[in-house]
């Protein structure tokens, strides 16, 4: 079954194209991406990466990554941009 996290997302547009993407509550979740959908698959597999170096480690995982649970509705805030 696939984990659920919440967290803040900072999408940074850059001058030559494309986001990098911070989570101010994650320090160590820095990725980049040249359309929104790449930035969250990427950051999808920066999560990943980030879970299994906390359990390599032997660290309990930061009390910021909240999972939710998969069976009840949660809240997506978003930025959309109209022209």
């Not at 494309?18 to 990427?42: A, K, Q, R, S």
Request: glycine content about 4%; overall charge negative; hydrophobic content about 40%.
């Amino acid at each position: 079954m696939t984990a659920i996290y919440k967290l803040p997302l900072v999408l940074d547009p850059q001058p030559e194209g494309g986001y990098t993407v911070t989570c101010p509550l994650l320090p160590e979740l820095i990725t980049e991406g040249d359309t929104v959908h790449e930035v969250l698959e990427n950051v999808s597999d920066a999560l990943v990466a980030i879970i299994e170096t906390y359990e390599d480690l032997g660290r309990p995982l930061p009390s910021v990554l909240q999972q939710v649970a998969q069976d009840r509705p949660f809240w997506l805030e978003t930025v959309v941009a109209v022209p």
